[in-house]
């Protein structure tokens, strides 16, 4: 894969035409950061938009610059004859709006006021994110999306972006995903939130000039870490080994499954803003495409669906892909669904490249043969 | 059921005959909170032990006054004709040492500063907290125990008390509990740790004199809630339920569960000191009396086990359960096992009286018939 670039789309900065919210308010001007791989054909009908997840960003793939030690966050899936094949395909991938990445969020400058949004940012929803992302494709000239994809988050995007736009979405593949965030899900948000929006230096927000509520984004992370991961491999990976030979009876990290969530929490401060956190775990909390609400009357129903779930994922379990994929085969979906063997719990869509990649590579290839 | 009352037991207030602990440390004077229901028969055989879980206390039964509202946390199954039918038995239930309930933890003044040990509390463990007990039970004049009982901390406290002092121990029964803190389990409790520890107000435990780190409990008790109810039964009793007809599309507290996880996560710093959260909560996961661990040289082989478990406890699954009893059963322990079908999760311990009751009359019936 070649050297990448962040790319930046500027709109609704006319105050008369900014953009209007699920909510009943507007926004303006927006900026969406993206990424493109591979080329658009003369058809521009080879187009896929990958979603990312809560705190990845539209670096997907590739590399910045040769010396950069980490590549975008699904790198195995996408590149020249990988499984969303840059020979191929012109991939798309974009910040969401709210996120802290290049897109318009919260840690935004509001034009009104010259100083951070914080939280006069309007509340957005996915509904929100995935129009942002329309205008960004009918910019690039893009008239039908082969695929659109994502794990995670990434995936209710996909499942969003199809109850809006099915009339050019001839694929759906959501990964590790649900179509309506169940009270389990919202709860775990909820004490992220909490645990933000309870830091003293949270400040309802206005911390962009002094020190930031790093603690509360951390708890949040951490509860994160482990609804990401599978209690049996985490039995596995720590068990209950500690850093020393004998119990310190302190409180200090001392168990590495301690380690872990602590070092895994306190890192995210120096790559996510905590008031994007707040957005975009509320946007999720909102989403819900269940029964009808997937099926837009744009619906023509040549729309194909690959479901992915993971045994091991108790966050988003496979019940959950089930109802989606049980639905859509009753709607006369061409609808594929597998439930992946893993041991690596919800965070297995960002691991279990090659097994994805085959299933993704085989659907793919099925699309185009019966263009 | 009478009138109870709360009594006291303090002892080690000698400075040559402080209590030692597992940490090598050793603390004195020691204050034991406790509570006795029914009356110890001229036998001295007629006794149970009741362990409590992380935030309740020595007050299992009964009222203080006639106006309470409500009465010990497991009043349902103890009391005349329950099933610890305080006709027949003489009940004892204490608060643990490092509890916040009237025994000596973090909150107790510290003798040699006359202020509250704060974080100068010596760290303890479930071993700690059955020495101190069985101080008690001594000083009470009970030389055997008929039983030894408890849920989730209770039942691991019980199995220490049993891998302790297994030859006055006629027999255990754990509920909802493990032998040993899983890595996902002390994750839960890490973050609810940190939640309390990286609160601004905390001061290093020094909080006594001024405002409490109330929302770091919060957040730790908010995790522990969805920790305790099970996806399923949330999914039921809340689904995505809101305060409002319409989204507020703003960050109060808006969803059913949202609110239900708020209130009790405030409603905690009521009744319950933070450092005693850290205490206890360490304890816990320092807990492991797997496999030979769990039999002492002083093992007679007599002991009964009845052992417990949820269906739809996730926190501690019945798998953990399952492990007890199958060592128990290969070293040729007299064991029951039962794993109760019901929709709570964790919390069925406190709310699946009858079914509990059931089981627990039998097996006591059964130890009193083969005296």
């Given at each position: 894969?070649?050297?990448?670039?962040?790319?930046?789309?500027?709109?609704?900065?006319?105050?008369?035409?900014?953009?209007?919210?699920?909510?009943?308010?507007?926004?303006?001007?927006?900026?969406?950061?993206?990424?493109?791989?591979?080329?658009?054909?003369?058809?521009?009908?080879?187009?896929?938009?990958?979603?990312?997840?809560?705190?990845?960003?539209?670096?997907?793939?590739?590399?910045?610059?040769?010396?950069?030690?980490?590549?975008?966050?699904?790198?195995?899936?996408?590149?020249?004859?990988?499984?969303?094949?840059?020979?191929?395909?012109?991939?798309?991938?974009?910040?969401?709006?709210?996120?802290?990445?290049?897109?318009?969020?919260?840690?935004?400058?509001?034009?009104?006021?010259?100083?951070?949004?914080?939280?006069?940012?309007?509340v957005i929803t996915l509904q929100?994110?995935?129009?942002?992302?329309?205008?960004?494709?009918?910019?690039?000239?893009?008239?039908?999306?082969?695929?659109?994809?994502?794990?995670?988050?990434?995936?209710?995007?996909?499942?969003?972006?199809?109850?809006?736009?099915?009339?050019?979405?001839?694929?759906?593949?959501?990964?590790?995903?649900?179509?309506?965030?169940?009270?389990?899900?919202?709860?775990?948000?909820?004490?992220?939130?909490?645990?933000?929006?309870?830091?003293?230096?949270?400040?309802?927000?206005?911390?962009?000039?002094?020190?930031?509520?790093?603690?509360?984004?951390?708890?949040?992370?951490?509860?994160g870490h482990i609804t990401y991961?599978?209690?049996?491999?985490?039995e596995k990976k720590f068990s209950?080994?500690?850093?020393?030979?004998?119990?310190?009876?302190?409180?200090?990290?001392?168990?590495?499954?301690?380690?872990?969530?602590?070092?895994?929490?306190?890192?995210?401060?120096?790559?996510?803003?905590?008031?994007?956190?707040?957005?975009?775990?509320?946007?999720?909390?909102?989403?819900?495409?269940?029964?009808?609400?997937?099926?837009?009357?744009?619906?023509?129903?040549?729309?194909?669906?690959?479901?992915?779930?993971?045994?091991?994922?108790?966050?988003?379990?496979?019940?959950?892909?089930?109802?989606?994929?049980?639905?859509?085969?009753?709607?006369?979906?061409?609808?594929?669904?597998?439930?992946?063997?893993?041991?690596?719990?919800?965070?297995?869509?960002?691991?279990?490249?090659?097994?994805?990649?085959?299933?993704?590579?085989?659907?793919?290839?099925?699309?185009?043969?019966?263009?």
């Amino acid at each position: 894969m070649e050297i990448v670039k962040k790319k930046y789309l500027s709109f609704a900065g006319d105050p008369e035409e900014r953009m209007h919210l699920e909510s009943g308010q507007a926004i303006g001007p927006v900026t969406i950061a993206y990424e493109v791989y591979g080329k658009l054909n003369h058809r521009k009908d080879n187009s896929i938009l990958i979603f990312h997840s809560l705190t990845m960003d539209s670096h997907a793939a590739g590399s910045y610059q040769k010396t950069d030690k980490e590549k975008g966050w699904w790198d195995g899936l996408i590149g020249p004859g990988k499984a969303f094949d840059t020979n191929r395909y012109f991939i798309i991938c974009s910040n969401v709006l709210g996120g802290c990445k290049g897109s318009t969020g919260p840690s935004s400058i509001d034009p009104s006021t010259g100083k951070p949004y914080g939280m006069n940012f309007p509340v957005i929803t996915l509904q929100d994110m995935v129009k942002a992302q329309k205008i960004l494709i009918d910019f690039l000239g893009v008239k039908e999306l082969l695929s659109v994809a994502g794990g995670s988050m990434g995936g209710m995007l996909a499942l969003q972006w199809f109850s809006n736009y099915p009339e050019i979405t001839r694929s759906v593949i959501p990964i590790a995903s649900t179509w309506k965030q169940s009270p389990q899900q919202i709860a775990f948000s909820e004490v992220g939130r909490q645990a933000i929006m309870r830091d003293v230096y949270w400040n309802k927000g206005n911390y962009y000039e002094g020190p930031h509520p790093k603690n509360g984004l951390s708890i949040a992370r951490m509860v994160g870490h482990i609804t990401y991961m599978n209690e049996k491999f985490m039995e596995k990976k720590f068990s209950r080994k500690t850093r020393h030979r004998e119990f310190c009876f302190s409180f200090d990290t001392e168990f590495e499954i301690e380690q872990y969530l602590n070092h895994n929490g306190d890192s995210l401060i120096n790559r996510f803003d905590p008031n994007s956190y707040l957005y975009l775990s509320k946007a999720l909390n909102y989403f819900d495409v269940s029964g009808e609400k997937l099926i837009s009357s744009n619906n023509k129903k040549q729309t194909s669906f690959l479901v992915i779930s993971f045994d091991s994922d108790w966050l988003y379990p496979s019940w959950q892909s089930g109802e989606i994929v049980k639905f859509l085969i009753a709607r006369g979906f061409s609808t594929t669904y597998y439930e992946i063997s893993s041991p690596y719990g919800h965070d297995a869509f960002l691991i279990e490249l090659k097994k994805e990649a085959k299933l993704i590579k085989k659907f793919l290839e099925k699309l185009d043969n019966t263009k």
